[in-house]
C-alpha cells in the first residue's frame, strides 16, 4: 500500500472516531436538516415556510414549556427540533391549512410527557402525532408518500447519509433488520397477491420510508433496551406492517385507515406496546443494555 | 408526590384538549350547500335526452401488455366542443369517443329545442380506426379565414385536420395541411400566436409521440416522476402559412415542454397584447409560457411552478371582477392519501410579476378533478365555477388507492414501467365523485351543487358552458368517460341583466379567438377571451356571456381585437347579444 493510500485510510479513520464522538442526537440534527434542505431546494417539498415555522414552533415550544412545568428544568431542544422538521416533512394536509403542523407539534412533544410508564415515552414523538392525526383527521391530513421527485441520486444521498449516521448512533442493526424484514416480507406478498415484486419493494425507495427508517424505527429513546430485542421489534413492526399490506390488497374495509401509511401506524401500533413491555421488565428485575446511546 | 397532580395534569389536560381538537378541525369541507333557487338564483335541469342527445362515450382497448394498468391509462377520451358549424346562430355540439369503430358525434341545434347526430353524413363521425388512432377532443377554428368553423381532432394516433365546406360537409385537409403526425394528445388550443391574422395550433402531447399504444415495443411509457415527471410527449406548435398548410415551429419558438400536459389555455395574461400560453401538466408543474411579441415564448417564473401536482384541467376566469385573467387548475384530492388540492391563482403579474394561489375548501378539495369552467350562471355579475369530478368508477367495494400508492413514492425507474403497477382489476380509483358548483358570492366560493339539481356521479371530464337556447343564460355541457354526455338546461331567476358579444374578425383571423371583451358595469371590470379551446378536452360557446346582476346600464365595453385594434362600444343595449364585426381599418 503507498504512502498516499495509507495516509488516506489514516484520514478517513480519523474521521469516523471524530464522528463518534459526536452525541448521536446531533447526527440525526445533521441528517434531518440536509434532508429537509435538500427537499427543498429541489422539490420545494415544504409546501410554504409557513408550515415549517408552525411545526417547528410548536414542537419548540411545547418542549421548553413542559419541560419547565413537569422537570423544572429547560429540556435540550435537539428532539423537538427532529420533530419539528419530521413533520413539516411528512405532513401534507389540505391546502391553507396550519393547524395539523401545530397541533401535530403539540401531540408529539405533549405525548413525551403524557404517555409515559415508568417515566419514559412510549410512543415516538412525530410518529405518535402523524399517527393521530391521520386516523383522526384523514379528510384533511395525508402524509408524504410521493414528493420527493421518485430521483433515484436524491435517494441515494440520503441512503448513504442516513446509514453512516444509525451506524454511529448503534442502531444500524434496527435500519437492517427492518429493511431486510420488508424485503422479504414483500417477496411473500408478491407470493400472495399475484402482482409484480417490484410493486411490493417499490415503497421503500419512497421518501417516506426514508423518514421511517432513519428517524421513527430506530429512535434510541422509544426502542427497547436489549439488541435482540430491537430486532425483535423491527421484525414485528415489518410483520403488522406486512399484515396491513395484504389487507390492504384485499380491500379489507375495516383497516382503510392504515393503509396509507402501512409503516407509520406498524410502529405506531407495535413501538409502545414493545416499550410498555419492556420497561415492565425492567422493572421486575430483567437486565437490559442501553440503547445504545 | 402522585404522579399526576398539579403541573403535569396541566399538561395532560391540554394534551387531551388538542387531541379532542384534531377530529373537530379535521372534518372535509365536502358537502354541497343546501338552498333554495332563491339563494342560488339558478337551476340545473338534465335535459339530455329531452333534446335529442344520446351520446355515449366509449374508452379504447390497448396493448394487452398494459392489461393490469388499463382502466388507468384507458381514462380520457371524452371531449365536447362547442361552435355553430351552419353558422346559424345556434350553438352546436361536437363529442368524442374513443374506441376503434364507435364514432364521433357532431349534434346541430335545430332551434326548436331538438338537436340532430349529422357527423356522419359531414364526414368527422368515423375518426377512430385501427391504425389511425382513436380521438381525445376537438376545437374549432375558422383557420382559412373562409366564415366556416374547421375541426382539429386530436388523438392517441394521427392528428385530423376537417375543413368546412360548407352544408354541414368536411374534407379532411390533414395530410396537406402538413399536420399528419402521429401524437398522444389529450389537449389542443388554436391561438394567434404571432398576431398574422391566422389561426395556429399548440398540440399538447401526453404520451410520448413514438409510442403507438396499440403496438407497444416497451412497457417503460409511464411517467418517470409522480410529481415531476419531464418524459411526457413533446408539445407543438404549427404556424399557420396562410396557404392551407403549417409549419412546426415548435423548436424556434422554445414551446415544446415534455412534461406530461393535460390542458392548456391561451390568453394575454400579462396585458402585453400578445397571447400567452399556460399549460396544466399531468405529474408535475403548471408552466406559463410568455409571448415575446410572436418571436419566441419564454417560460416564466411567476409562482406557478412552485407547487408541483397533477393538473388536469385550465380555465379562465376573472373572480374577483379585476379585469384580469385569473386561472383554475384542476388536481387530485383523495381522503387519506392525498391533498394536491385545485389552485385557482390570482393574476397579480401587474403588481408583483406572480399569481397567487388562494384555494381552499372546497375550491381547493373537489375530488379527483377534470375539466371546469368558469361561467356567470346566475348572471349576477360574478363568474361561478363548474368542476366536473371522478376517474375510475368501476367496483365500489374494491379500491385501487392503496396499490397506487405502492408505486407513486417509488423512484422513476420504477414507477414508469407499467408492468411494475400493481393489477388494477375491478377496482375503483376516486369513482362515483359529485361534480362540483361553486357559486361565486362576491369573490368567495360556495358549493351549491345539490341545492341546484347537479348530482350524478359520473366520471366528468370535459365541461363547456354555453347558452344553447338563446336565452340569455349559460348551460353547461359535461362529456363524461364511458357513459352518456349530460346537458344542464339552467333556470335563472328573473331580475338579473346580462349581455352577450358575439366577435367577427377581419384583420384578425376570423374566429376571433384571442379576442378579449372588458366589461365595466356598477363599479367592476369584468374580462373574458375567446378561447380557441380551454378546460380539458372541451371549448366553450364562443360568443361572450356577461351577467350583470341588477345593474341597469352597462359602463362601457372595451374590444381588444388580435390584430391589436382596440373597439369601444358606448352604451350597448342590455339583454341581448351583440354581433360584433371588427372594424377593416385601424382606429386613428
Known amino acids: 500500500m503507498t504512502d498516499v493510500a495509507l495516509s488516506n485510510r489514516r484520514r478517513v479513520r480519523a474521521a469516523w472516531t471524530m464522528l463518534g464522538t459526536i452525541h448521536p442526537r446531533y447526527l440525526i440534527v445533521f441528517l434531518i436538516t440536509l434532508i429537509l434542505v435538500v427537499g427543498e431546494w429541489r422539490y420545494a417539498i415544504l409546501g410554504g415556510y409557513e408550515r415549517l415555522a408552525a411545526a417547528l414552533g410548536a414542537c419548540v415550544a411545547t418542549e421548553a414549556v413542559c419541560s419547565r412545568l413537569v422537570r423544572g428544568r429547560f429540556a435540550n431542544l435537539a428532539s423537538a427540533y427532529v420533530s419539528g422538521i419530521s413533520l413539516s416533512l411528512l405532513l401534507k394536509p389540505q391546502a391553507g391549512l396550519l393547524w395539523p403542523f401545530a397541533l401535530g407539534g403539540i401531540l408529539a412533544i405533549g405525548s413525551k410527557y403524557v404517555l409515559v410508564y415508568r417515566d419514559r415515552h412510549l410512543f415516538n414523538p412525530s410518529n405518535f402525532a402523524i399517527s393521530v392525526l391521520l386516523l383522526l383527521a384523514p379528510g384533511t391530513v395525508a402524509i408524504l408518500s410521493h414528493q420527493w421527485g421518485n430521483d433515484l441520486a436524491t435517494n441515494a444521498i440520503i441512503w448513504a447519509v442516513g446509514l453512516l449516521v444509525v451506524s454511529r448512533a448503534r442502531m444500524l442493526h434496527v435500519t437492517l433488520t427492518y429493511v431486510v424484514s420488508f424485503l422479504l416480507l414483500a417477496a411473500v406478498r408478491a407470493a400472495l397477491v399475484g402482482g409484480p415484486l417490484l410493486a411490493e419493494i417499490a415503497p421503500v425507495t419512497g421518501p417516506m420510508y426514508q423518514l421511517f427508517i432513519f428517524f421513527m424505527v430506530t429512535d434510541p429513546r422509544t426502542t427497547v433496551r436489549t439488541r435482540r430485542g430491537r430486532i425483535l421489534v423491527a421484525c414485528l413492526v415489518a410483520v403488522v406492517e406486512a399484515v396491513i399490506r395484504l389487507a390492504g390488497d384485499h380491500n379489507v374495509g375495516l383497516l382503510r385507515p392504515l393503509y396509507p401509511a402501512p409503516p407509520i401506524l406498524a410502529l405506531f401500533l407495535v413501538g409502545p406496546v414493545a416499550m410498555w413491555v419492556d420497561l415492565w421488565r425492567e422493572g421486575r428485575g430483567h437486565p437490559g443494555e442501553p440503547a445504545g446511546r | ?588
Open chain 2, 1 to 588: 408526590m402522585h404522579y399526576w397532580s398539579g403541573r403535569r395534569l396541566v399538561v395532560a389536560v391540554v394534551f387531551v384538549g388538542t387531541l379532542a381538537a384534531v377530529p373537530l378541525l379535521g372534518r372535509r369541507a365536502d358537502s354541497s350547500m343546501r338552498a333554495g333557487p332563491e339563494v342560488t338564483g339558478f337551476r340545473l335541469e338534465s335535459v339530455a335526452s329531452e333534446l335529442g342527445i344520446a351520446f355515449t362515450h366509449r374508452a379504447p382497448s390497448l396493448d394487452p401488455r398494459l392489461d393490469n394498468v388499463a382502466p388507468h391509462v384507458t381514462a380520457l377520451g371524452a371531449s365536447v366542443s362547442v361552435t355553430d358549424v351552419n353558422d346559424d346562430g345556434w350553438s352546436d355540439l361536437y363529442f368524442t369517443s374513443s374506441r376503434f369503430g364507435h364514432d364521433n358525434a357532431l349534434y346541430v341545434n335545430r332551434g326548436d329545442g331538438t338537436f340532430d347526430d349529422v357527423a356522419l353524413a359531414a364526414g368527422v363521425a368515423d375518426l377512430n380506426r385501427e391504425g389511425e388512432g382513436v380521438s381525445m377532443g376537438a376545437v374549432w377554428g375558422d383557420y382559412d379565414n373562409d366564415g366556416l368553423e374547421d375541426l382539429l381532432v386530436y388523438k392517441y394516433g394521427y392528428l385530423q385536420l376537417l375543413r368546412n365546406t360548407g352544408e354541414l360537409s368536411f374534407d379532411d385537409v390533414t395530410e396537406a395541411a402538413g399536420l399528419r403526425r402521429w401524437m398522444n394528445a389529450n389537449g389542443a388550443v388554436w391561438l394567434d400566436y404571432d398576431r398574422d391574422g391566422l389561426l395556429d395550433l399548440y398540440v399538447a402531447g401526453y404520451f410520448r409521440a413514438e409510442i403507438d399504444l396499440w403496438h407497444l415495443r416497451t412497457t417503460r411509457i409511464m411517467q418517470n416522476s409522480f410529481e415531476f415527471a419531464s418524459n411526457g410527449g413533446a408539445n407543438v406548435l404549427f404556424r399557420n402559412l396562410g396557404d392551407g398548410s403549417f409549419a412546426d415551429v415548435t423548436d424556434s419558438l422554445g414551446v415544446g415542454s415534455t412534461r406530461w400536459t393535460m390542458a392548456v389555455a391561451a390568453a394575454d395574461f400579462n396585458d402585453d397584447g400578445w397571447p400567452d400560453l399556460y399549460l396544466a401538466n399531468d405529474y408535475g408543474p403548471e408552466e406559463l409560457y410568455e409571448n415575446q411579441e410572436g418571436r419566441r415564448f419564454t417560460l416564466s417564473f411567476a409562482g406557478v411552478d412552485t407547487d408541483s401536482k397533477s393538473g388536469m384541467s385550465v380555465s379562465l376566469g376573472d373572480v374577483l371582477n379585476r379585469g384580469r385573467h385569473d386561472v383554475f387548475v384542476t388536481n387530485i384530492s383523495e381522503r387519506g392519501y392525498l391533498f394536491q388540492g385545485n389552485n385557482l391563482r390570482l393574476n397579480y403579474l401587474e403588481e408583483t410579476r406572480r399569481f397567487r394561489e388562494v384555494a381552499r375548501g372546497v375550491v381547493a378539495d373537489a375530488g379527483w378533478a377534470w375539466g371546469a369552467q368558469f361561467g356567470d350562471l346566475n348572471n349576477d355579475g360574478w363568474m361561478d365555477l363548474f368542476v366536473a369530478n371522478g376517474f375510475i368508477s368501476a367496483d365500489p367495494d374494491r379500491d385501487y388507492w392503496y396499490g397506487m400508492s405502492k408505486v407513486a413514492g417509488a423512484t422513476g425507474a420504477v414507477f414508469e414501467d407499467a408492468a411494475s403497477w400493481p393489477p388494477i382489476g375491478t377496482a375503483s380509483l376516486s369513482g362515483y365523485e359529485r361534480s362540483r358548483v361553486l357559486l361565486n358570492r362576491e369573490g368567495r366560493l360556495t358549493d351549491v351543487a345539490e341545492a341546484v339539481g347537479v348530482t350524478d356521479h359520473y366520471d366528468g371530464r370535459a365541461v363547456a358552458v354555453v347558452d344553447l337556447f338563446n336565452r340569455g343564460v349559460l348551460d353547461v355541457v359535461v362529456a363524461n368517460q364511458g357513459a352518456p354526455v349530460l346537458v344542464y338546461r339552467n333556470t335563472v331567476a328573473p331580475g338579473n341583466h346580462w349581455i352577450a358579444f358575439e366577435l367577427v374578425g377581419t384583420r384578425s383571423n376570423r374566429s376571433a379567438i384571442g379576442a378579449e371583451v372588458v366589461v365595466a358595469f356598477g363599479g367592476r371590470r369584468q374580462r373574458r377571451v375567446v378561447a380557441g379551446g380551454m378546460g380539458f378536452a372541451s371549448q366553450n360557446d364562443r360568443r361572450l356571456h356577461f351577467g350583470l346582476g341588477g345593474e341597469t346600464q352597462v359602463e362601457d365595453v372595451e374590444i381588444r381585437w388580435p390584430s391589436g385594434e382596440v373597439q369601444r362600444l358606448e352604451a350597448p343595449a342590455m339583454d341581448r347579444l351583440h354581433v360584433v364585426t371588427e372594424p377593416e381599418r385601424p382606429s386613428p
